[in-house]
T-cell receptor, first 111, second 116 residues
Framework: EDQVTQSPEALRLQEGESSSLNCSYTVSGLRGLFWYRQDPGKGPEFLFTLYSAGEEKEKERLKATLTKKESFLHITAPKPEDSATYLCAVRRSGGYNKLIFGAGTRLAVHP | GAVVSQHPSWVICKSGTSVKIECRSLDFQATTMFWYRQFPKQSLMLMATSNEGSKATYEQGVEKDKFLINHASLTLSTLTVTSAHPEDSSFYIC????????????FGPGTRLLVL
């Protein structure tokens, strides 16, 4: 059964304290792993798509990496405005275009 | 680019009434649109997938007669919650994929529904 597990559930950081969020997945033929950011009361905002093991993508203080079993979202020197819930989702091969979401990691960055 | 809008952003209705939520892709043509619902502090739950001009595909456990989806054009999909009840109160979010980048789902801002 396809499954996405994110850890930790919640993370509290001081401003400038770098850390990583984990997304472990089990899927029959990965056809894309997606990272989204969701602020309270809003829809998810697209961050990255990764397709193959070894791939990395960066955007400002965020860097996403992918292995055959998991993905990491590294946050370097976070700021309070990085506080949000970060969602990971996978899409599998075989003509299916729907995403399977993890439960998310709630990140709080304090000044 | 890849902007998706939803209307209304907030709706309060009485039990037994029907509510329609619109989802529009503003700067691209959406080959496929998706409807999700999200409960507080939980992740997104896919309700249905719709392609323009064809019937929506509903996820297991989602009542198709209660949640009517119409994908009338390449830029508009609507979700109608029929005979709404308090248990239908939730945050409803749509997403869309484009023809150029068919892999990525771009999400709307969501619609909060409260049924009294």
């Amino acid at each position: 059964e396809d499954q996405v597990t994110q850890s930790p559930e919640a993370l509290r950081l001081q401003e400038g304290e770098s850390s990583s969020l984990n997304c472990s997945y089990t899927v029959s033929g990965l056809r894309g792993l997606f990272w989204y950011r969701q602020d309270p009361g809003k829809g998810p905002e697209f961050l990255f798509t990764l397709y193959s093991a070894g791939e990395e993508k960066e955007k400002e203080r965020l860097k996403a990496t992918l292995t055959k079993k998991e993905s990491f979202l590294h946050i370097t020197a976070p700021k309070p405005e990085d506080s949000a819930t970060y969602l990971c989702a996978v899409r599998r091969s075989g003509g299916y275009n729907k995403l399977i979401f993890g439960a998310g990691t709630r990140l709080a960055v304090h000044p | 680019g890849a902007v998706v809008s939803q209307h209304p952003s907030w709706v309060i209705c009485k039990s037994g009434t029907s509510v329609k939520i619109e989802c529009r892709s503003l700067d691209f043509q959406a080959t496929t649109m998706f409807w999700y619902r999200q409960f507080p502090k939980q992740s997104l739950m896919l309700m249905a997938t719709s392609n323009e001009g064809s019937k929506a595909t509903y996820e297991q456990g989602v009542e198709k007669d209660k949640f009517l989806i119409n994908h009338a054009s390449l830029t508009l999909s609507t979700l109608t919650v029929t005979s709404a009840h308090p248990e239908d109160s939730s945050f409803y979010i749509c997403s869309a994929t484009s023809g150029l980048d068919g892999e990525t789902q771009y999400f709307g801002p969501g619609t909060r529904l409260l049924v009294l």
